[in-house]
């Protein structure tokens, strides 16, 4: 007699499942990476095909890589479940909405973006913006563990991005492996 | 030509994009303005890529891309976003176990570079010169909204554009 595990996959994730819980998921999100992964995560549990300990872990794989979280997530977790053609499904998933909605909303503003209440709307929406990664900056920042080789490497960084902003690529990769060098340095 | 510089670039924004889409907001100003989009264009577009489904650097990829170059430059800067991260997870399905790396320090490595990304964002996203006060005081009201409470940002995006379009039917303003 064999009884079933609980929470045991009743459908398997198959590369279309995979799509279509992605793609519902990065429909409705609206926000941003750290808006969407708990949302992924208790999807992929209610189905049974991830426990919640095995996918924070893949979401700690996804955030060492480069790219927009949710897709990094979604790729990661797709290949777990699904190998390459689960990875592909997911990340197809998560990026087909915000590309259709993104289409649409720029017809629109392409059509009606000189009607000066349109204009006056984005202007006020636009305002925000500079305000909202204030508010991101601080949280970071007073969410962190500061230290002297921190508050050096932030302000050095900084200061070199702002003057060469074009230059960000080179920057912030030989910067942060300076940085690695130096935690690994400043900690052992 | 100009269509893979397109390219290029968001393909540059790909490779630095850790730790979520604000960081390379100001990359991305910095290598579409003004060539491809005005400074006025591109707060509505960050506001639009922020209030839309969907990760923020993606968005704003798809919207350049679908300004300069229609459906085509859309699907092709999309794609330019994710070509980076796809390779990189691809690359690590191969090498992973070999490379060892310290991930409390690479995480750390990181989190200082996100700020200073997420600094020089900032920086270029503040307004120079010809500050209308009600779309200061929008940007400020909407830090206090973000930084001290928990509601969601896309109620100071909404609220603003609605607040600004009420003031300048009211007032008229210029």
Known sequence: MEAAAPNAPEKDPTPWRLFRVFFGISAVTVGGGYAMVPVIGSALEKRGWLGEEEFYDLFATAQSFPGPLAFTTALVAGRKLGGAAGAAAGALGVLLPPFAAIVLVGALIGRFGDLPAVRAFLDGAGATVPGLVAAMVFKMAKNRKWSLPRVLGVAVLALALVLAPKASLPVFLGGSALCYLLERRWNS | ?174
């Open chain 2, 1 to 174: 030509m100009e269509f893979l510089s397109l390219l290029w670039s968001f393909f540059k924004i790909g490779v630095v994009s850790f730790g979520g889409g604000w960081t390379v907001v100001g990359l991305i100003k910095a290598e579409t303005v003004p060539r491809w989009i005005d400074e006025a264009g591109f707060s509505s577009l960050v506001a639009i890529a922020q209030a839309t489904p969907g990760p923020v650097a993606l968005n704003a990829a798809t919207l350049v891309g679908w300004k300069s170059f229609g459906v085509l430059g859309a699907v092709a800067a999309t794609l330019s976003v994710v070509a980076f991260p796809v390779l990189a997870v691809a690359a690590a399905g191969l090498v992973g176990r070999r490379l060892r790396l310290d991930q409390g320090a690479l995480k750390e490595a990181l989190r200082t570079g996100t700020l200073a990304m997420m600094l020089m964002t900032l920086w270029l996203l503040l307004p120079k010169g010809g500050l209308d006060p009600v779309l200061v005081l929008l940007g400020a009201g909407s830090f206090a909204l973000a930084a001290f409470t928990k509601a969601n940002p896309l109620w100071a995006i909404f609220g603003a554009g609605a607040a600004n379009l009420a003031i300048k039917l009211l007032f008229g303003g210029s």
